[in-house]
């Protein structure tokens, strides 16, 4: 049995890439990304046909997709933190008259201990 050739060990670890960013498996992914720049570096020096390389921009493509969902997702959790962060220090609301308020909440006192 002959070794694999480097587009086809990339198509592999794009499909590798694919289950771990469905997974959102971002160990693996870091792992990955290191090895597809690796491969891709091999075709690029070996000037690979443009006819080998069109199924491959597909999984690329379709694997960026998920990289910039996935990014997205980690975005709006970190915004979400930062307003539930945000809320359990202080809370606007409006008055009687309709102006704007701020409402803090009351600082968390800590006991230490001494030896």
Known sequence: MSEPTTTERLERLLKQEREA??????NRIESLVEEKQDLVK????????????LPLRAGLRRNQELFDQALAGIR??????????????STQT????????????????????KA
Do not use: C
């Open 76 to 89: 709006n959790v970190a915004a979400r933190l930062g307003d539930l962060s945000r809320a359990r220090k």
């Open 21 to 26: 960013l469905l997974k959102g498996d971002f």
């Open 42 to 53: 091999q075709l690029r020096e070996h000037d690979a046909r443009r006819e080998t390389l």
């Open 94 to 113: 409006y008055d009687s008259l309709g102006r704007k308020q701020s409402i803090q909440a009351p600082e968390k006192r800590k006991l230490e201990r």
